[in-house]
C-alpha cells in the first residue's frame, strides 16, 4: 500500500511537496478613477473597494508599492458620457490623466488599461449602437483611438475587454503605427457574458442602458467556442490572453493551459469577490483561507497572472 499521508505528516513536508505557489507579482488590482476632486466613495457591493479622485489615488497607491504586487489596471469612470464615448480617447479623459499622474509619482507601478468604451457610452454598450445593435466593425476605429491615446499617457499594458471582432489586430496595427510597437496586449479572449460581473457595473457606471451584452460576450454554457476565441486573439497578435471570469470557467482556463503556449490570464471578478466579503461579513467562511484556496485553484488551473480584488490582502498573507 502506498501511503500518501507520509508527505502530508507535518507543516514542513507539505511546504516542500506543495505544487502551486502563490506571488505577489502573480496579482493584478483593478482601480476605479472618478472624475472630480477629494472622492472617496465605498462601492456598496464590494466592501473595501473604492472609486478614488485622482487627488486621492496615493492613498491606494502607497498600498500598491508596498504589498509589491505586480501592478494594476486602470477602469475611467467620466463626469461626461456620450453615444461615441469620446472622453475614453480625449487627451484629458480621465484615465489618461490618472496614468499620467501615476507615472509622475510612481514610475515604477506597471499599469494595464482596460480598452473598452461601455464606462465612457451613454448608452452602456461596448461598442458603437444602431437602434439596438451593437455594430462591430464601426467600433474598431474608436477602440484604436483609445489604445494609442493611453499609450500616449504613459500605459504600459493595453487590455481590450469590448469583445468585437477583430479588435486585436486593430489595436495592434494602430499601436505599432503609432509607434507603440513593444506595448503588450492582454485580451480579453474567452469573456462570458456572465451575472458575476453585477458589482463592477456599480463600481464603473457601466451597466448597459438597454437589453444585455449576449450579443458580444460568450454564452457561459459554451467551452470550446472560448478556445476558438483564444486562438483568434493570438493568431490576431495578443501576447497575453484572459478567461474571465474565473471560478466558474477553472475547466475553460485549465483547457487553454493544455492546449496554448502564450501566457494565460484569469479575471476574478466583483460578483466572485462580493459574495467571499458578504459570507465572511456573516462569520459563515475564513475569508482568509477561501481567497486563498480559490486564488491558488485560478494558478493551478494555467493563470500567470491574476487580476482580483484581494490582490492586496493576498500579498499580505503570502
Known sequence: MYRFRRLRRDDRIRSIMQETRLHPKDFIYPIFVIEGENIKNPVESMPGIFQYSIDRLEEILEQVKETGIGGIMLFGIPLHK????SQAYAKDGITQQAVRFIKEKYPDIYIVVDICLCEYTSHGHCGMVKGEEILNDETLPYLVKM??????????????SDM?????????EGLDQAGFTQMPIMAYSAKFA?????????????????????????????????????????EEGADIVMVKPALAY?????????????????????????MVKAAAANGWIDEKRIVMENLTAMKRAGAKI??????LDAARWI
Not at 164 to 172: K, L, S, T
Open 194 to 234: 456572465s451575472a458575476y460581473y453585477g458589482p463592477f457595473r456599480d463600481a464603473a457606471h457601466s451597466a448597459p442602458g438597454f437589453g444585455d451584452r449576449k450579443s458580444y460576450q460568450m454564452d457561459f454554457a459554451n467551452g470550446q467556442e472560448a478556445l476558438r476565441e483564444i486562438a483568434a486573439d493570438i
Open 164 to 172: 468585437m471582432d477583430g479588435r486585436v489586430a486593430a489595436i495592434r
Open 147 to 160: 489604445a494609442v491615446s493611453l499609450a500616449e499617457a504613459g500605459a504600459d499594458m493595453a487590455a481590450p
Open 250 to 274: 477553472l475547466d475553460v482556463l485549465k483547457e487553454a493551459a493544455l492546449t496554448f503556449d502564450e501566457p494565460l490570464a484569469v479575471y476574478n471578478v466583483s460578483g466572485e469577490y462580493a
Open 306 to 311: 491574476i487580476i482580483t480584488y484581494h490582490a
Open 82 to 85: 456620450d453615444p461615441q464615448g
